[in-house]
């Protein structure tokens, strides 16, 4: 069964520290997204990340993908209360029949705090 | 281009009924998703399209769930006989063949069965 495990699912942060959300996924892939859903809302897209080694920015996220530890990052950087929402990591399985679909996480809750 | 329109946004309805959403993709996108999210999970895919083929259906797509993209365009989710257990919030995503350049998310339409 594929799977996608995110940690931490939940996290309460103070404004101006940092932090790392992890995906690490069972299956072999070369391409993961991040999304990011604020309450009752839809998927905004936030990152695509196409190879092993890949590394995107912007603002005060950075997101990483080691394809051969199965495992990607998302770091932020002296949060601000804005960043507050859920965010899931996506992973595009590499399988022995055509698909075309991604396999979610179970998101991680960021409460950036005062 | 004003990205994926879904509609309605709410739908309340009776156990047992019919509903019908329907999803209109970005327009240079072939390729056409849809995805079902429950309270505190990540989305999970039921089918895709490229232009008018279903190419792809998952086994949560029961017997009562019917999806067509009938010109390669719009597309429609039907669910027969509601069940309390199909209330969720109903995602619909297009892309280019590939998904290179990213999944695009519509703002859902959320089910409420009652």
């Known amino acids: 069964e594929l799977k996608v495990e995110q940690n931490p699912l939940f996290l309460s942060m103070q404004e101006g520290k940092n932090y790392t959300i992890y995906c690490n996924y069972s299956t072999t892939s070369d391409r993961l997204y991040w999304y990011r859903q604020d309450p009752g809302k839809s998927l905004e897209s936030l990152f695509v990340?196409?190879?092993?080694?890949a590394v995107k920015q912007e603002g005060r996220l950075m997101a990483s993908l080691d394809t051969k530890a199965r495992l990607s990052t998302l770091h932020i950087t002296a949060a601000v209360h804005d960043l507050s929402a859920t965010y899931f990591c996506?992973?595009?399985?590499?399988?022995?029949?055509?698909?075309?679909?991604?396999?979610f996480g179970t998101g991680t809750r960021l409460q950036v705090f005062p | 281009d004003t990205g994926v329109s879904q509609n309605p946004r709410h739908k309340i309805t009776k156990r047992g009924q019919n509903v019908t959403f329907r999803c209109d993709p970005i327009s240079e996108h072939n390729r056409l998703y849809w995805y079902r999210q429950t309270l505190g999970q990540g989305p999970e895919f039921l089918t895709y399209?490229?232009?008018?083929?279903?190419?792809?259906k998952s086994r949560l797509l029961s017997d009562r769930f019917s999806a067509e993209r009938p010109k390669g365009s719009f597309s429609t989710l039907e669910i027969q006989r509601t069940e309390q257990g199909d209330s969720a919030m109903y995602l619909c995503a297009s892309s280019l063949v590939g998904g290179s350049g990213g999944y695009t998310f519509g703002s859902g339409t959320r089910l409420t069965v009652v």
């Open positions: 996506a992973v595009y399985p590499v399988l022995s029949y055509n698909t075309d679909k991604l396999i």
């Open positions: 399209f490229q232009n008018e083929a279903q190419l792809e």
């Open positions: 990340l196409l190879s092993n080694g």
